[in-house]
Nanobody
Framework: QVQLVESGGGLVQAGGSLRLSCAAS????????VAWFRQAPGKEREFVAAMSKTGANTYYADSVKGRFTISRDNVKNMVFLQMNSLKAEDTAVYYCAADSTPGGVPSPRLPRKYDLWGQGTQVTVSS
């Protein structure tokens, strides 16, 4: 059974940085599209960043473009989200997701594209 486990969340001051990690067991990240989503209290889950299965293409929400970077290490079977210049509005639970059934939903920004999800890691940015 494939499991995704996020780590790296925490409390940081505005302007600071955090690096989230997502480790996969039972499935290699090297052959699947991956993404990060987040959900703030009282809000819907929203797209943050995604990377195609080859790693050739990356996608970002406008709100994080230029501040966040998604990357992957296929040897370690991990996906990362480097978050810089954090703002209070970045406060949310961040989720790692993977698409283990390629050929379905094409858009990398839609949650329903991804069938594998982690449990989430809390990021809190104090202003």
């Amino acid at each position: 059974q494939v499991q995704l486990v996020e780590s790296g969340g925490g409390l940081v001051q505005a302007g600071g940085s955090l690096r989230l990690s997502c480790a996969a067991s039972g499935r290699t990240f090297g052959s699947v599209a991956v993404a990060w989503f987040r959900q703030a209290p009282g809000k819907e889950r929203e797209f943050v960043a995604a990377m195609s299965k080859t790693g050739a293409n990356t996608y970002y929400a406008d709100s994080v473009k230029g501040r966040f970077t998604i990357s992957r290490d296929n040897v370690k079977n991990m996906v990362f989200l480097q978050m810089n210049s954090l703002k209070a509005e970045d406060t949310a639970v961040y989720y790692c997701a993977a698409d283990s059934t390629p050929g379905g939903v094409p858009s990398p920004r839609l949650p329903r594209k991804y069938d594998l999800w982690g449990q989430g890691t809390q990021v809190t940015v104090s202003s």
